[in-house]
């Protein structure tokens, strides 16, 4: 899962600003209070350029303890009890194969575990290194490395048993349902890779070595297990309060909006469903050799599943019209059960993650209980491993990451497993509970997220555009400059009246920052963050479907469903919100607005004809302290 984009940000105070279409009159109007400059860090401490710090984690209204004192190594990491298990599915069939490292500890010495469950452990490889684990020493014949990714193979990626192990934790990295070592086929996204997440927690903390509590984590697919596990957990689990903590890395909390954005589908993502489901199977082979005595039996059940279980998960992603309050959906969606668990939630994103997208963590960031601790970094970067060393790492990846910050993301998260599954009081909460990552690395802290906003309500002027199989155009809406340093905090509101030659209408806007001296027409060239916006540069976007108009909400949680056409030539509203966002315009910036049916990798409707959006249309900005 990638994508690249780049953008940038800088203070916060607030401004109104003034829309007109490119290229006409300044005539729109804005309804908007006088802004007022209030700082948004809610009275929490601040540093250089209105941050708390170059690096994350380390602001603090008091003294944090030392973590290293307080929960320092005392293991040996070479002494270390490595073993594997093969734990039953509850389906009664297949078995979830799960590799554990932990400490050699005195007799009745106990230990939390740090749990990751990957798909990727025999095709892709995790961390930022691109790491596979290395085959089990009694694997006969094939190794199982398709090289469809991986780089180097390690018995554990990721950095967590060098860290974690000699500071007293177990690591237990598990192979996704119908991958590497786990039988069953790879189903992509439902229920069952929960399950057998939830089975194995049970596993562990029935271990005469384990205290009980697990810890999960990941990124990407495997932030999503984390997920999902954290939620299901207390609903269909042995021991309901085994998963203490999570630390989800730009993780998907409910699959509908990874392939549909407000009913509209998703073309970076057309594939990715057959991608898990028939092309991984192809390569990926079990390397369990002996320890495995059923591994013939699996390795044909996994070349079975590409032509049987895996189209029929595919084409379950595959229609136009997708409903999301569907069966299907509704187990593929955790925010939903977000209640149901007492797990303290460590959340860390990047602004530009254009792949696995910000609304994917604003809604479970919402959708926890009132009483559970959470934290939520923003960082300045796009679909990034955090743990990366350096920027020159990032961009040789293929990655926007200015800013890197490995040795903070390392300590914070210890703090996090040490206060949630030690008991220990590490300080994990005394940092500000958000901080937003700047365009110059620092951070700007608050209590909540997003942070408290005025919206400034502007008047939209009539554009149109076309939407149709044999030709797309777009309609661009410019603000005028704002005076100010002003920042936009959570979502932007659409609000639009319109006509349709057709029966729907798939709606797509492109949100830039354009530079003081840029042409209204300049294309967005900027790739990295580390620097003023000098031209045009892409902070979010907004998506919503005509057909699903009813049923789709300004902000926060969307469940399209129960669509209908649109009459042609009739007058029709449709509301839809943006992604989250956090973004500060500097002084003598202004938004540009792009309309069209298809934009940030999505599919068009193609079907609407001529596209007129009416004077009268509205989008709600949400200026932070103004």
Known sequence: ?????????????????????????????????????????????????????????????????????????????????????LVPSRNGIDSIWVDIIRPRTKPGVKVPTIMDASPYFNTLGRGWQGDCKTPTQTAVGTTGTPLLGCTSQSAFPEFYDDYFVPRGYAVALMDLHGTRNTSGCQTYGDRDEIYDGVDVVDHLVEQPWSNGKVGLTG???????????????????????????VVPIRAIDRWYDYHFLNGVPSSDHE?????????????????????????????????????????????????????????????????????????AFFFIHGLYDFNVK???????????????????????????????PDAETAKKEGHVFPFTYQAAYRVAVHRWWAQFLKGIPAGALDTPTVEVQGGDGHWTASRSWPVTSTDTVVKLPAVSYLDRADSSTSATVLTAPVKHATRLSGQLSF???????????????????????????????????DGPVESAFTISYAWGRAWYRSTLKPRGLSTPKAGSPVTPGSVTRTTFGSLPLDYTLAPGHRLRLTFSPSEGGTLASSTGGTVSLLAGSTVRLPIAGG
Not at 40 to 47: C, F, K, R, V
Not at 70 to 82: E, H, N, Q, T
Not at 510 to 525: E, W
Request: hydrophobic share 40%.
């Open 358 to 388: 910000t609304v994917n963590v604003g809604q479970m960031w919402a959708a926890l209980p009132a009483s559970t601790p959470k934290k939520l970094w923003l960082e300045d970067a796009d679909h990034v491993d955090p743990d990366t």
């Open 495 to 529: 609000d639009l009246a319109y006509t349709l030659e057709g029966p729907d209408t798939t709606f797509a806007v492109r949100i830039d920052d354009l530079a003081p001296d840029a042409s209204p027409t300049a294309p967005v060239t900027m790739t990295t963050l």
């Open 271 to 343: 594939a990715t469903a057959a991608e898990f489901t028939e092309v991984f199977p192809a390569f990926d082979n079990p390397n369990s050799g002996t320890d495995d005595t059923l591994v013939a039996a699996h390795l044909a059940q996994r070349k079975a599943c590409i032509a049987t279980l895996g189209a029929v998960a595919a084409a379950g992603y595959a229609p136009t019209y997708q409903d999301a309050d569907s069966s299907f959906w509704a187990e593929r969606d955790f925010a939903k059960d977000a209640k149901t668990t007492k797990a």
């Open 219 to 245: 990124g990407s697919y495997d932030g999503t297990i984390a997920n999902g596990v954290a939620v299901e957990q207390p609903l269909s689990g042995r021991h309901k309060d085994a998963v203490a903590a």
């Open 1 to 85: 899962m990638s994508r690249r984009t780049g953008l940038r940000k800088a203070a916060l105070f607030a401004a109104a600003a003034l829309l007109v279409p490119l290229g006409a009159s300044a005539g729109a109007t804005v309804t908007s209070p006088t802004p007022s400059l209030a700082q948004a860090s809610n009275g929490l401490p601040s540093g250089p350029a209105g941050g708390v710090a170059a690096q994350p984690g380390t602001a603090s209204s008091k003294p944090l303890p030392d973590i290293d004192k307080l929960d320092g190594p005392r293991y040996s990491l070479k002494d270390a009890i490595v073993e594997h298990a």
